[in-house]
């Protein structure tokens, strides 16, 4: 059974950083994309950084500059390295992998970690 198990949420203070992790267990992670998807309260779950198999990243325009985006496929990790963050980046980070070609095809998600800005 593929699992997605993300860890690294906290609450930090405006300006901190944070990294998430997704630990992928039963993929070939680097055979697909693999994003970080933010969901706060009262709006739908939104895109913030994704991958591509031949480790292209995409960002949303909110957080390009101050996250990154990466992925170990020795450890099949995702990682988001998160620098400056706001209060508009709370939320409940889920990692997900899904097609490169077919927009909105998700495979599988994790349960998702809380990140708190203040």
């Known amino acids: 059974e593929v699992q997605l198990v993300e860890s690294g949420g906290d609450s930090v203070q405006a300006g901190g950083s944070l990294r998430l992790s997704c630990v992928i267990s039963?993929?070939?992670?680097?055979?697909?994309?693999s994003g970080w998807f933010r969901q706060s309260p009262g709006k739908p779950r939104g895109e913030v950084a994704t991958i591509d198999s031949d480790g292209v990243t995409n960002y949303a325009n909110s957080v390009k500059g101050r996250f990154t985006i990466s992925r170990d496929n020795a450890k099949s990790t995702l990682y988001l390295q998160m620098d400056n963050l706001k209060s508009e980046d709370s939320g409940v980070y889920y990692c997900?992998?899904?097609?490169?070609?077919?927009?909105?095809?998700?495979?599988?998600w994790g349960q998702g970690t809380q990140v708190t800005v203040s």
């Open positions: 997900t992998t899904m097609s490169c070609t077919v927009a909105g095809e998700y495979y599988f």
């Open positions: 039963k993929f070939t992670v680097n055979r697909y994309c």
